[in-house]
Nanobody, 119 residues
Framework: QVQLVESGGGLVQAGGSLRLSCAAS????????MGWYRQAPEKQRELVAH???????NYADSVKGRFTISRDNAKNTLYLQMNSLKPEDTAVYSC?????????????WGQGTLVTVSS
């Protein structure tokens, strides 16, 4: 069974930094795209950033210049470095991965980690 486990969320003051991690485990042949979504209370889920296996990245306009997505393909781990955090960044952050396993291609989601930014 393939799973993604996130860590690194928590409470931080505005202007501070946090680093989220997302580790994939199980029967994985390869991982193509990995990324982060977030959902704030009473708001729609939005894409924060994603990264391909080749390292190409894409960011939401709201986080450009503040967040950096990266991955360690050898460890099947995804990261999100979040700097200059703002109260509006408060949300549950979930990672996802498009991967190839023994039964074919699948999309896997993590359980989510809460990030709270105080003003």
């Amino acid at each position: 069974q393939v799973q993604l486990v996130e860590s690194g969320g928590g409470l931080v003051q505005a202007g501070g930094s946090l680093r989220l991690s997302c580790a994939a485990s199980g029967s994985i042949f390869s991982i193509n795209v990995m990324g982060w979504y977030r959902q704030a209370p009473e708001k729609q889920r939005e894409l924060v950033a994603h990264i391909t296996s080749g390292g190409s990245t894409n960011y939401a306009d709201s986080v450009k210049g503040r967040f950096t997505i990266s991955r360690d393909n050898a460890k099947n781990t995804l990261y999100l470095q979040m700097n200059s955090l703002k109260p509006e960044d408060t949300a549950v952050y979930s990672c996802y991965a498009h991967m190839l396993g023994p039964k074919g291609y699948l999309e896997v989601w993590g359980q989510g980690t809460l990030v709270t930014v105080s003003s």
